[in-house]
């Protein structure tokens, strides 16, 4: 089937765009939506743009940042980065919605291969060398990503090895500046406190903060802290004020102390990463490249053991595997979120898989309760929940979702 006109939400696997066959969704943002599509017996990711020229007065303004995303890409070609095979528009040739034409990467993202592999310190290492290179090989290159975490590393299932994507945020340094001075399009609980401190004191974006490689190495840094914990150093959805107070408040908070199978070479790396003086972070890729390399030829056999306990197989089912995962990443991450927060502390007696046997209920009036209450839910997850509810709300007032 065919769609002859519409909004790029409105898509549905099965459907014909030009010569793609959509075969599922793979992920919605707030400015572009991913679809896994074949054409000619090949798998591709098609992404599409959420505006288009029809959307505002000015068309090339909404373009612009697609179009700066193809640029982007059109300089670097590298084993660790997406490639881009094209870009078209739909539904019209002229006027419709940009999408990009980019290689299928087959493979969980960072955040869910953390989850669900059981990596080992080495394991982890070398994953976390490769993509030390990587933005040591973009960097080079001029260009920031401005949005590094879990989410946007795919671990390629042909050879476990890290794939950076999603450049919609990024940029380069011939490339025409298109918004103010206020922070891109990105994730604000992984900026770092020099790009928070900026924007606190310039609210009015009345110049523009320049990225430097150490903002995405912070980035990085925090990722790895992911992996390493399975937590965050600090609530990650916090107005910039608060995340800024958050990160000056993380002295002392390091890997190790939450996860004691944390190698003390990788945690002093993560702590470097991390620290507020950017002058005292990698300065480059092949900086932290250099040190994770070093301490990966003096890791003793202890390197080798999970950071984490195994799941009992009743846990073990992947929540977003294909068969189960809508596209929507806000879901995914509360998800996420919730199964970090079950998960076991390292050194802890294993998960039985047997049923937790029934207490009989002392005697006395019932209260009509079947169950305990469950404990009451994080604010910043409520509020979360919320403005999803209110944005689903808002598409549907503008037609853009299907009810069911």
């Known amino acids: 089937m065919s769609v002859q006109g519409g909004h790029p939400l409105l898509l549905q696997p099965q459907e014909v765009v030009g010569s793609f066959r959509l075969l599922k969704r793979l992920a919605t943002g707030g400015f572009g939506t991913v679809f896994l599509a074949e054409t000619g017996g ?112 795919i671990v390629r299932a042909s050879d476990a090895r890290p794939v950076l994507v999603d450049f919609g945020s990024s940029d380069h340094a011939c490339a025409p500046a298109i918004t103010d001075g206020r922070p891109p399009p990105g994730t604000p609980s992984y900026r770092s406190p020099e790009l928070l401190r900026y924007w606190l004191n310039h609210p009015l974006g009345m110049s523009r903060y320049i990225y430097q490689p150490t903002d995405d190495l912070y980035s990085l840094g925090l990722t790895l802290f992911q992996v390493l914990t399975g937590d965050f150093p600090y609530p990650p959805d916090l107005p910039a004020a608060a995340l800024l107070g958050g990160i000056q408040a993380i002295k002392g908070r390091a890997a190790r102390s939450l996860n004691p199978r944390v190698p003390r070479a990788l945690n002093d790396i993560c702590e470097r990463l991390l620290r507020q003086d950017a002058t005292e972070r990698y300065q480059m890729g092949a900086d932290l490249y250099a040190d994770l390399s070093a301490a990966l030829e003096r890791a003793p056999a202890s390197w080798d053991q999970p950071l984490f306990n195994a799941p009992p197989p009743h846990e073990a089912v992947t929540e977003e595997s294909d068969d189960y995962f809508d596209g929507n990443e806000e879901a995914r991450e509360l998800r996420r979120w919730a199964r970090a927060h079950e998960r076991r502390i390292p050194g802890a007696a294993p998960h039985s898989s047997a049923p937790t046997p029934l207490v009989p209920a002392p005697p006395g009036p019932s209260l009509g309760l079947a169950a305990p209450l469950p404990p009451p839910m994080p604010w910043w997850v409520a509020r979360r929940l919320a403005w999803r509810r209110r944005w689903e709300r808002w598409l549907q007032r503008l037609g853009l979702r299907r009810d069911g």
Not at 127 to 137: G, K, N, R, S, V
Request: aromatic residues 8%; proline residues 5%.
């Open 42 to 153: 090949f798998r591709v990711a098609l992404k599409f743009a959420l505006q288009g020229p029809q959307d505002a007065e000015d068309g090339s303004q909404v373009d612009a940042r697609t179009l700066k995303e193809v640029s982007v890409l059109h300089r670097m070609t590298h084993p660790n980065v997406v490639a881009l095979r094209g870009y078209h528009r739909w539904p019209h040739p002229r006027t419709g919605y940009l999408f990009l034409v980019m290689d299928y990467v087959e493979g969980p993202t960072l955040s869910d291969w953390a989850m669900e592999a059981k990596p080992t310190a080495r394991q982890v290492a070398r994953l976390f060398a490769e993509l030390a290179l990587t933005l040591d090989f973009i960097h080079r290159a001029g260009v920031r990503h401005r949005d590094i975490k879990g989410s946007n590393i």
